[in-house]
């Protein structure tokens, strides 16, 4: 669906006579790649060649949305709200999140437990809760190697005799599927593997 404009011609064929007009280039900096029409008076349906003007995208985009600075001195990143970029905003949240009352109240009960100062200064712990922590520290340093465990577990299983022909038995099954002969009992693999 087109959008009809004045004479019958589609918006954008008046965007290709303003760019043509324009010399193809940006009117700002001269690039000629990614260039973009622009409303000189903000009009979208106002077409008129004098109205449009040929702009880069990024020359477009600081049009509309001028670059903003942090307001923190010596920041020098844009920011999307409240005068700040994305760190010192996320800080400032913090901050402000961290004076409220009843997250004070929970933060200095889960200190408490502890025997932290909610500053953050004293890490001494109660004695029970130090040893508690020394206990659990124990049982996880006396527990048997896993990987040890599980690797012996997984030889003596197939060690077993059962297994041992249930998987010989697969693997005939499988040579013969594919049309190969089975191997003769005993027979090494060496250089033969795969042969008729």
């Given amino acids: 669906m087109?959008?009809?404009?004045?004479?019958?011609?589609?918006?954008?064929?008046?965007?290709y006579e303003a760019r043509k007009h324009k010399g193809r280039k940006c009117t700002r900096c001269n690039s000629t790649l990614r260039?973009?029409?622009?409303?000189?008076?903000?009009?979208?349906?106002?077409?008129?060649?004098?109205?449009?003007?040929?702009?880069?995208?990024?020359?477009?985009?600081?049009?509309h949305k001028p670059h903003r600075i942090c307001s923190i001195a010596g920041c020098g990143g844009a920011h999307a709200a409240k005068g700040l970029c994305g760190p010192h905003y996320s800080a400032e949240y913090d901050k402000e999140y961290l004076r409220r009352p009843e997250v004070k109240a929970r933060r200095a009960a889960y200190m408490r437990?502890?025997?932290?100062?909610?500053?953050?200064?004293?890490?001494?712990?109660?004695?029970?809760v130090r040893e508690k922590l020394r206990l659990a520290a124990e049982k996880k340093n006396n527990r048997p190697d896993v990987k040890a465990a599980h690797r012996e577990y997984t030889h003596k299983y197939y060690q077993r005799p059962d297994v041992k022909a249930r998987k010989r038995l697969e693997y005939r099954k499988r040579r013969e599927l594919m049309g190969l002969k089975p191997r003769p009992v005993g027979s090494c693999n060496q250089g033969t593997y795969g042969k008729p």
């Fill in 35 to 63: 260039l973009e029409t622009h409303h000189i008076d903000g009009d979208w349906s106002n077409n008129a060649i004098e109205n449009l003007d040929t702009l880069c995208r990024p020359c477009h985009k600081e049009h």
């Fill in 113 to 128: 437990e502890w025997r932290k100062s909610p500053k953050g200064r004293a890490y001494a712990k109660r004695p029970e």
């Fill in 2 to 15: 087109k959008n009809i404009t004045r004479n019958g011609k589609s918006r954008f064929v008046w965007y």
